[in-house]
């Protein structure tokens, strides 16, 4: 190795010595001799400063001619450089025209080119030949990346291939040789391919379907290539020398590892003074340039492209490698066009498209990001110092990658065991299924033997339950190992979502409300965990915001207004939300229970009450049938109510005495009487009637009502007082509330009847499941139940509790009394077809008939709008009256 430039050679035969107190300590090559250091070299044995040997050309036979001089002072052998130099340059020119370039002369003693003109020997400055300069700055740049040993820069052997040297071999033979190619033809062939950028996915295709052995490298290999070649630029600059034209083209990689940085030609040795030949025109925009604006386009740096040469230095080199990962990243150069001036331009004006919210690919590593960002900041000191600042960079973002890919294997090992509990589960579900029908096919007194095989399934079953929930385990604890090595892996953070979004949707189900806030807050944090723009993160947002839909439309032109359910004082009030416009409807709303007014043209209001649940449509369709319109009654009375079609929650109420399992119902539209029967109602109904036998009687058979001259009277026939005439009335059969309706549909002439009890229920809850007419606290303040008034109980007027009314405007639902219903009572509940309630009497002489709401009698639990009893139709009772319904069908 040179003692001087660290030129390195596998002979120093030819070289000079260094000695130093008579020994020899090293060499010098012969293009290093310098004012400042003390070498002695030695020709024929004889000790002295300076040898000078000029090239004079071939001689008649072909052989090349030398002279060597040898000089003791630098005086003297520069002279002869200047003298004898110019002399045999002008030998070697006779006969043909001289230029400013053959005149020139290399002082290789002093790193400068000197001019021969008319006998005066003077230095070529950019003010004399400025045209000729190009190989000057070659020439000099060779000679300094010579001295760049590193074993990844390919720097003296492209200068050879280009100048057409003989000495050496080209690079051409060398990449066939070494079986290297550009990394621009890598990342090419991974377009065509359509390959991918992403962290653990390989680019490309098998080498089957051509490309070569480059077309399985992945993107983590290509990172690492391009950290070897920010460390062999850093080797560079540590050097002085500035590359000025980096590229994939003119990185060679090879199948082995091999990684080298060619084409130093334009390269540029900091502090020197050499000047700069003048701008030629444009050619490809990935093409390189020579002059003032010398490079390739796409590459460039700004001030590069602005021929700003002074400014250019090591973070010159630095844009261009975060072009290079940009070109990695994004799979195109960060600026394109059909031609380098155009692309000039667009490299003047500012930075590249972002590679952060790409939609056509998948997301890229935001570390990686943020380098190329950096790297290529259109300001110098904006980006990083040099080189090696720069690898180190990415040295460290490699260092994260390797954590990463422990952690990833860790999330591996929690998808397993994911997939097993699933596996696991749906065994179990089976295989309880199984055990349930043959235990149902089974009388209840079978023996323990006919039972023996279902309840080996349950077993069975169990242990796989218990099984999943192990498993269901060892995934967290997968995940939390894998968050120790990656606090913000994306891939854990995602599974963990999921995990507790199961989990949040299974307490929703259960009504948990603790467990829904906890696993939604723990949902949220996973969520907050995640890049914006990952895959899959959508839909857990839009799972958590919980917005839905509603589309409506009503078979007559209406305005809407808006109205949404808030509790107030343990109650649901309607608060106007907006105003929805005119009629058809289609809103986008956050989950919860709304209702919809709908006015016509005669100024007739429809409540339509309706719920969002999570991610949910709300339309009006029967089940089985195409989405129909709304229907707008234009014939109701002002003592009824009308109860839309539409969907509602039936039943769900554990605490409700033999209430029914939960299910969403459809039901048909109907009209319901604001307040139930009454007194004053009933009398009217007795005095049309040819006997007693509708008169309401106690327990013992005792007529509750008087009779006088004129007919029956409120008067109680123990001179105890008189009933309340707008009280309900009570103690009737079912018989004589059937034959009360019948009477009634004469009288008004529309066809009212007893209600069905699941119309009576979807009236008294509407849509939401609720517990009581007015929300979900039953509170003897809302309503006529045991304990609401001083004294012991009894029944009011029917206005006495303006609380008690459903969100459709029914009164007195929650107590004061209860109803007969049409149907026969059945303890599996009434007959339902296709999730529609039937209306269905059932058989005429049915032994009992239901009976819903609760009473003046009753305590909290019996009030509950979900209880069901039954009664015989013939019986009374001081807690059950009567209330009408009638049926509207659009048409």
Known sequence: MCRSCERTTRSTAKWSPVIRAGEVVGHTCPACPKYDEPIRRTVNGAGVRFRVTLDLGADATGRRRQETRVFGTLGEARAYVLTRGAEVRSERLAGREVTGRDRMTLDTLCSRWLESKRGEVREVTRETYAHALKPVRRHLGARKVQSLTHADVLGLRTWLAREGGKRGQGLGEHAARASLT??????????????????????????????????????????????????????????????????????MVGAFGEVRVMDWGIAKILGSALPTAEFEAPTSPTATREGMVAGTPAFMAPEQARGEVHRIDRRTDVYALGAILYYILANRPPFDGPSSAEVLVDVCRGEPAALVGRSDGPLLPAGLVRIAEKAMSAEPDARFADAGELGDAVAHWLDGAERRECALRAVARAAEARRLAKKEVRRARSLRDQAALELAALPMHAEEDAKAAAWEKEDLATGLERSARAHELEMENELNAAFAQEAELPEGHLMMARSFQRKHEAAEAAEDQLAVERLGLLLSHHLDALPT?????????????????????????????????EPVRRRQVAVKAFEVGPTPVSLELPMGSYVLELTDALGEATLYPFVIGRQGEVRHRPPGEDECPLHLPEDLEGDEVYVPAGWFEAGGDERAPYGLRKRDLWCDGFAMQTHPVTHEDWLRFLADQPDDEHVPRNDDGDALYSRGPDGWTLDRPDGSGSWQADAPVTYVTWHSAEAYAAWRAEQDGVPWRLPFELEWEKAARGVDGRVMPWGDTVDAAYCNLRGSLEGPPRLVEVEAFPHDVSVYGVRGLGGNSADWCADAYESEGPVIAGDRVVRDEGAPDARFRSVRGGSYRDGPEAVRCASRWRALPASRSGRVGVRLVRSIDPG
């Open 182 to 251: 550009t990394l621009k033809q890598v990342l090419d062939y991974a377009v065509r391919a359509e390959g991918i950028v992403s962290e653990n996915v390989a680019r490309g295709v098998t080498p089957a379907r051509g490309g070569g052995w480059f077309a399985v490298w992945t993107f983590r290999r290509l990172v690492d290539a391009f950290l070897t070649v920010c460390e062999s630029v850093a080797y560079a600059h540590s050097r002085g020398v500035v590359h000025r034209d980096l590229k994939p083209a003119n990185v």
């Open 533 to 565: 723009h990952w895959p899959g993160r959508g839909r857990l947002d839009a799972y958590l915001r919980g917005f839905g839909t509603l589309r409506l439309h009503t078979d007559a032109p209406a305005e809407g207004v808006l109205h949404r359910m």
